[in-house]
């Protein structure tokens, strides 16, 4: 049930935000990661006493956010309580990293997250391996574990995704309706100032006015990461870069939790096609929820944030033959199979 006084799609999102929460997190290994030639992205590696034998989860954050969100920060509080490893994933240039390399970030880059996976499994002798996103994240694991298909390493147990933009074209055009403008000018924002801090330290690499006019997240995605990310424009990177094309492939455990009130992603009827016929799925969509928010009532158990306890739940029962749904209250979700 969500938390009192804190009913709607909006109202919900918008406290997830605002809420201050308090964590408990042990200090992290620092740690650069080679993902491509001369690039790197940053983790922060939470282990166990011996991080061979438990399960290593990569989570993976949402657009302008960083291994110190608040819902990454949370989930890694549960999941080291579960005797799990966590690796916190700074995608590139997050996290306070835009010196490394001259590149953006971008919803397709799943091979990053294929490379950071491989270090854990051949340096770390990892020996159970999971991934975890939420948002864009939720796009990129889902991505690279369709991808991955029944190929993927031995060592790759499950997936989970939060509010997963799994049609990205769909989603950014939700961003720009009227009722979630306040949304995509705060990404605007954001993605501009990182923008003239990436133009600042390789004033050779970006050019700040290709952002003149721009009044939407399409806006963006064609004029700055399309064009300095290899796609012809907003309309092929959303089409290359969507989980939603491979989604059917995933061969391993996988939870999506969706909330059916969240503003601005949209998950096409195409899509739920494909994970309703994909067995290895389970699809749980909370009538009230909204955008990675789920904040629902605290009690002795859990601190109320209703989807990190679900995703911690079944990566540890690693079976999605087991009930997933223990803390919802009866009529608040609909489950899919």
């Known amino acids: 049930m969500p938390r009192r006084w804190l009913r709607g799609g909006h109202m919900q999102t918008v406290s997830s935000f605002l809420l201050p929460r308090r964590f408990s997190l042990p200090a992290p290994e620092r740690r650069l990661i080679e993902v491509a030639p001369g690039i790197q992205v940053l983790c922060h590696c939470h282990w166990q006493a011996d991080r061979t034998h438990p399960?290593?989860?990569?989570?993976v954050h949402g657009l302008e956010g960083s291994s110190e969100s608040q819902y990454v920060r949370g989930i890694t509080q549960k999941a080291l309580a579960a005797g799990m490893n966590v690796i916190r994933y700074n995608q590139r240039n997050c996290g306070g990293t835009?010196?490394?390399a001259p590149v953006l970030y971008?919803?397709?880059l799943s091979d990053d997250v294929?490379?950071?996976?491989?270090?854990?499994?051949?340096?770390?002798g990892i020996s159970q391996l999971a991934l975890a996103g939420f948002s864009m994240g939720g796009n990129l694991v889902l991505k690279l574990a369709g991808e991955w298909g029944s190929h993927g390493p031995p060592q790759f147990r499950a997936v989970a995704a939060c509010?997963?933009?799994?049609?990205?074209?769909?989603?950014?055009d939700a961003l720009h309706e009227p009722a979630n403008r306040l949304y995509e000018l705060y990404f605007l924002f954001n993605l501009r100032r990182?923008?003239?801090?990436?133009?600042?330290l390789f004033p050779k690499h970006f050019d700040v006015t290709r952002m003149h006019g721009m009044r939407s997240l399409r806006d963006f995605d064609h004029q700055i990461t399309a064009f300095y990310c290899g796609f012809s424009g907003a309309d092929d990177y959303y089409a290359r870069a969507s989980a939603s094309n491979v989604v059917e492939k995933i061969a391993v455990p996988t939870l999506i939790v969706h909330a059916a009130n969240d503003p601005f992603i949209r998950i096409l009827p195409e899509t739920r096609r494909k994970i309703a016929a994909n067995p290895n799925i389970t699809f749980v969509e909370v009538r009230d929820g909204g955008h990675c928010a789920f904040v629902g009532r605290r009690n002795g158990v859990d601190d109320g944030f209703w989807a990190e306890s679900q995703i911690v739940d079944f990566l540890r029962r690693?079976?999605?033959?087991?009930?997933i749904l223990d803390r919802a209250s009866e009529g608040s979700v609909i489950r899919q199979r």
């Open 55 to 59: 399960l290593t989860i990569i989570i």
């Open 114 to 124: 294929a490379a950071v996976a491989r270090e854990l499994i051949e340096k770390d």
């Open 98 to 100: 835009e010196e490394l």
């Open 106 to 108: 971008h919803s397709g």
């Open 194 to 200: 990182r923008m003239m801090r990436k133009a600042s």
């Open 163 to 172: 509010c997963p933009a799994l049609d990205l074209a769909a989603s950014a």
């Open 318 to 323: 690693l079976s999605i033959d087991a009930p």
